[in-house]
């Protein structure tokens, strides 16, 4: 199984600064077929849902707001939040879906400083 | 609008049984992959099964292998889940999920609350 590892497992930012998350993956996600990195991001609220903010590492999924980005390759993947807001309190979870079974990382949880 | 509706959960003591169904709309549900991913209490997310659009394949976590069945009726929009012989580490939250066009899970389901316990 692939695992997958975030950093930190909890952090706090101040109100408009910037959060980054970190994901590591045991092997690489990368599926040649489509040179896609087959990893997601996705946020959760308290009593709600996990909900999609991007996949294939760096594609916002429609209607996720730009503050949200994606980036790396292979093993190694990071979440960044530019502006952090009040309602961007959640934990975040990285997922990779490059084999059965799909496995998420541990969750980062984001408060406000 | 895409609906997900899981129901089914409730209380069992362990070795019991439960039958999970994930009523699904404003989608072709026939088209789309389907999985189940658990969430025990305050614990982070876990994929439990997945079964593939007509029902052929199936696929599942080794933790509930040989105990779950997933399945489905198309004609009826609803995704099942049997779950026999529970444990006490099988109490969670269960979500049905679909595979969307990006390949992973694009939709989910309220969830629907499992507990295990004498």
């Known amino acids: 199984d692939i695992v997958m590892t975030q950093s930190p497992d909890s952090l706090a930012v101040s109100l408009g600064e910037r959060a980054t998350i970190n994901c590591k993956s045991s092997?690489?996600?990368?599926?040649?077929?489509?040179?896609?990195?087959?990893l997601a991001w996705y946020q959760q609220k308290p009593g709600q849902p996990p909900k999609l903010l991007i996949y294939w590492a760096s594609t916002r999924e429609s209607g996720v707001p730009d503050r949200f980005s994606g980036s790396g390759s292979g093993t190694d993947f990071t979440l960044t939040i530019s502006s952090l807001q009040a309602e961007d309190v959640a934990v975040y979870y990285c997922?990779?879906?490059?084999?059965?079974?799909?496995?998420f990382g541990q969750g980062t949880k984001v408060e406000i400083k | 609008e895409v609906q997900l509706v899981e129901s089914g959960g409730g209380l069992v003591q362990p070795g019991g049984s439960l039958r999970l169904s994930c009523a699904a709309s404003?989608?072709?549900?026939?088209?789309?992959?389907m999985h189940w991913v658990r969430q025990a209490p305050g614990k982070g997310l876990v994929w439990v099964s997945r079964?593939?659009?007509?029902?052929?394949?199936?696929s599942y976590a080794d933790s509930v292998r040989g105990r779950f069945t997933i399945s489905r009726d198309n004609a009826k929009s609803t995704l099942y889940l049997q779950m026999n012989s529970l444990r006490v580490e099988d109490t969670a939250v269960y979500y049905c999920?679909?595979?969307?066009?990006?390949?992973?899970?694009?939709?989910w389901g309220q969830g629907t609350l499992v507990t295990v316990s004498s």
């Open positions: 079964l593939n659009s007509d029902g052929s394949s199936t």
């Open positions: 092997q690489s996600v990368l599926y040649s077929s489509n040179n896609q990195n087959q």
């Open positions: 997922q990779q879906y490059y084999t059965t079974p799909r496995t």
């Open positions: 999920t679909r595979i969307g066009g990006s390949g992973t899970f694009d939709y």
């Open positions: 404003g989608f072709t549900f026939s088209a789309y992959w």
